[in-house]
């Protein structure tokens, strides 16, 4: 006799709410654990924190849906009512940890992933505002690292995102390396950034202010001293294919997607005590409300486990859940430090412009350019000083910020560009990091099951394979397996210790 009718209707429903809740009790338990050994760096704040983890280790199986689990079906007008997974933001990050996540499973089907994203026009998502670039010169091992393996990725993609019977992803890669150049003042830290990019395996040569002139004639050599030059696995790609070349994988293999906003989240909080037997308040994510487009209606979703992947409003997800409104001087009243910060691009026309062998130039002074296409066109940019930060209510473009800030010193390092005219620009958004300007991966202790994978700074884009791959097992085995991406945790945000990048541009 067959399962089914061995077990009847009734039967099959309790045989699947109990394996689903054994299943996902065992993996966040494992979770739990690997988080109590995995803390980064650990001092008295950290320590007490271990507290937390032994406190609830094994229970955040309590975020379950309850007894009422069964298969259901799948309105393509709401999302689903109950999930395993839902990732808020649908830009390359998010897409890239759903991807990975359905990469890794053991069945086909084993996590039901949602996708959550307000803007599905993509109008004002940071992935396809950005310039494009990826480079591995960094001055942290961890950043070299993960552009190292996405690089990898993009040259490979299609072995990775590739669609039976679609067509084949052309990211229109120009591997034209990166080109910093550096003052008298700074080529010591250019020195020591090189000593660490080869150790870690990029391929990055220094020259002098001679070499630089022989190899680029067009580049005025005044004021630099040295020159670091990316051989290999550097340059500028379209980021709209790579979102959806990531996005048409991920839904071939089951995501789902979902327009709508999450504006809220039902959960529970639980006092647990730490060693010290201090008491802490934790919470647990039970469901998240999804607010429709342009409608009053919302969906709650059951979930197991929650993804902010929101960039540059990934604070005010955080918030939802209370974070950064505990106690005073204590880790719960630590907020999120990710803002949006806005940058601009300017696209500049220049017939007498380097041309073909122009790479991605990073100025001494913070300016940078690349080529665009194939017709004299290039595209340029520079971040602005702290203190000139522009208003991000909106995506207007400065366009004087341009002529003030950036034009001289593209005049000045290329002679040609005194004769360059802009014909077009464009501002977007950063996912900005106020402690140090790099990613948040992992937990967050007093959160036990919101993962974060944020505030990257403008690198987002090209760390987002590695990334998606790392917070994809952390998920699933509790901890990193490819990429020791420890460094990034919320260790350094709680002890306020920030790990400081020197090459951000």
Known sequence: MSTWRRLGVRGWLTFRRVTFEHRWSYRLRMSGRSLQTGTPRPNDLIKDLKGIWAATRGKISDALPGSSWSPIEVNPELPPERADIVIVGGGVMGWSIAYWLKQK???????????????????????????????????????????LESANFLRNINDHLGVLNEDAVDLQFNQSGYLFLASEKVAHIMEENYKTQRSAGAKVVLLSATQLKDKFPWINTEDVVLASYGLENEGWFDPWTLLNAFKRKAMSMGVIQCAGEVTGFNQVSNLVTTVEGDQLQTTVIKSVKVQMPNSLEYQLVECALVVNAAGAFSAKLAELVGMGFGPKDTIAAIPLPVEPRKRFVYVVHCPDGPGLDTPFLIDHSGVYFRREGLGGNYIAGMSPEEGEEPDITNLDVDHQFFEDKIWPHLAKRVPAFEKLKVTSAWAGYYDYNTLDQNGIVGLHPLFRNMYFATGFSGHGLQQSPAVGRGVAELIREGAFQTLDLNGLSFGRILKQEPMLERNIV
């Open 105 to 147: 499973e053991t069945r086909r089907g084993e996590f039901r992933v949602v996708v959550v994203e307000k803007d599905t026009t993509y109008s004002k998502a940071s992935t396809v505002l950005s310039a494009g670039g990826i480079r591995q010169q960094f001055s942290l091992l961890e950043n070299i690292c993960l552009s």
